[in-house]
């Protein structure tokens, strides 16, 4: 009886494995092959992936096309003569 509450412990505790990462905004920003592919997965299916993700890939495209925002092509305003 011992030893079949010990498999059975090991059965639920194996079950409980680590689960399926998700995708964040970096982690998309930082691998742009996973952005690709969570973009075309959203665009075939969008219920399946969730509003979570596609709104993560879409917000990691956008700082991947954008950049950080810091407005570094701004020029700077004229001096005052």
Not at 17 to 44: F, H, I, M, Y
Request: with cysteine; proline share 7%.
């Amino acid at each position: 009886m011992k030893h079949m509450v010990m498999i059975i412990a090991a059965v639920v505790l194996t079950a409980c494995g680590q689960p399926a990462p998700t995708d964040t905004v970096e982690s998309l920003v930082a691998n742009p092959e996973r952005l690709k592919e969570v973009r075309r997965l959203c665009k075939e299916d969008h219920a399946k992936m969730g509003d979570a993700t596609c709104n993560a890939a879409a917000e990691a495209f956008h700082q991947r096309f954008m950049g950080d925002s810091k407005g570094k092509y701004t020029p700077q305003p004229a001096p005052q003569d």
